[in-house]
């Protein structure tokens, strides 16, 4: 508790931000958008360094194709807006509205002031995929002859490679998690429910130099068969599977680990069954091949399919119900999607979660999930526990 | 860490959530929408009991104005959905989508098989306020002929009166917090960082029962002049203030209270400087005055006219830069807003906070903020820590 954030961690300077915000804009020209509206989430971090709770009163950077960024903010933020060194460098202005002001209006005549022909009312729009509807639908008011479409269709591109010190965040998140895991994975487990359990995994990622935990999935016995389970009241019991699911943000940025444990109660007889093991051993298989695979060049959808081909040559096909992993960075799920129908070759410096999964409904399930890097020549494997069944007392 | 989550706490049964859903059926009716299209958040849970992590698939209640609702999920998260109550009792029906469906033409098959007279294209759709960008959009373009508006215009009256069970849930929440605040205020503070103090708010605020933590703003010295101040590396010293701003969730319901303290090491000369009194009395008596003038019919910014009016009496108009509260319930933040322009008369059950600020730029502020429920007779104040200014050792 006594712990301090952020000691000797790598971060993104002011120089690095400026950058981004200039490419922004270059790209916001190119694809006819006349302004960028990004409201608070991973688009604001990525581009201004600016990470305030998410509430009702709008902050929005606008990053019109022309001209200087502003940063419209509710009057009660505008110190901490200050703060921020984009600011204190010029590069974005802060622009606070009062409680009575109608701050989509003040968005609407920066929108105006910043299109390419100022002259002409603007004709497109790029908002930020996570923006609340209420602000949506406001903005489309104020906004009524732009096209409104996704800010991720702009900067998809930017944001989807990782520069080395995003991996190097990525890469002490991964390593925290790793740890937590590691120490509720082998600690006591029968007796307690997956709600204490749970708890305790959260309090251990932030121990671990979590900024926060952001999600701890303990799936036992027939509940480890549904693979976003929210774990409740059930408690653990000896000669059953735990699916743990955790992760949590470091800097911002995500660390997203899954191992599946098998609890004895030091009882051999206890042990697990020889379906499961034929289950496990397929899906440690097919994890591993479809890490092999990757490397520049691939398509995303290919990691999928090598997963999935040796599942479904198994038997268990059906049961793996859904796509072998998600892009990874400022948000817990991002750009690439390792999914059928995605083929975006992949670039050094994606980041993703590799994590197969076999589920029997009402009996048990399994999965196993990692970090992976595309590196210049393959895979870099970000996690570092053991991909073998661990088989505890519990 | 090993405490029992829910234990003997008010919950929502089944019966109450078919309830409000044949309301909201009936109002989106009454209001001309041929469907209600609710995402993953506070209304979904309103409505459903369904609390599933906000992600990146698109899960979305549609209750269309005739015909049974529809809880459209992602197949992973199917077997979570179908052990949900409203599920259960077939109140609900749930509509899986495998990871290569388009769950926006799914939702909008739902809608035109809902509408009033399924023959036509819908008109009119609301979607929940916090609804994603990406989802809005997609919709919109799934539905083309639909205006889109906010659910709050069709449910606002619903959820802003708080039934018994839903007062019981804030109480919780309220004296959970204020346990932890009396805690921290009272416990060593001098030679820490902010963000160390706000680490032990968070872990505190779920030691003492709430489900989890959501903000804990520690604001000393200059900072406390910043009323969303993000808690960083400064150290706290002797002879400054500290505004203490801390809350979470506990069965959903949100807590949030703010006390201010003065640190003095001990040292009768680093107490409170009469300026920093003077501010304090003027707020104190600010918050009482506001808080007194709650009953049913009073307009809701009558409760800020009455806190402005004594703060710019004494001349701090200027430095109370916000609102004088927000209501609370499933969301942290939520109608009624006490802010001038809201005539909406409160009525009994309605909860909201209330916690007028004082802030001198680049050297000190103060905020005291309770939550209070209307009731029939007058205020219900829910936290019980004295509003006196806490002078402490630290």
Redesign the interface.
Known sequence: ??????AGRPSIGAGRLAHRLSRARHLALEAGRDALLVGVGADLRYLSGYA??P??RLTMLVVPAHGRPSLVV????A??ARAIPVVEAETVAVVPW???DDPFALVAGLVERGAPDGARPPSAVA???????????HLQEALPTAR???L?DVLRGERIVKDPDEVDLLRAAAHAADRALEQVAHGRLIG??E??VS??VR?RL?AEGHDEAS?AIVASGPNS??????PA?RVIRAGEPIVLDIGGSLGGYGSDITRTLWVTGGEPSRGPDPDFLALYGVLRDAQAAATREVRPGVPAEHIDAVAREIITAAGYGGAF???TG?GIGLE???DPYL???NATPLRAGMAFSIEPGIYL?GRYGARIEDIVVCGEDGPIVLDAVTRDLLVVHG
Chains 1, 2 share one sequence.
């Open positions: 508790m006594t712990q301090a954030a952020g305030p709770p509430l009702e509710p009057r009660l933020e110190m901490a009062d409680e009575t908002v930020s995929d996570r923006l609340w509807a209420t602000f949506v639908l409104f479409s996704l991720s307690r429910t709600a204490d708890r305790e309090d932030v999600f068969a549904s693979p976003h389970h929210e009241d119900i859904h796509r998600h817990e799920h991002e999914v059928a129908g409904d």
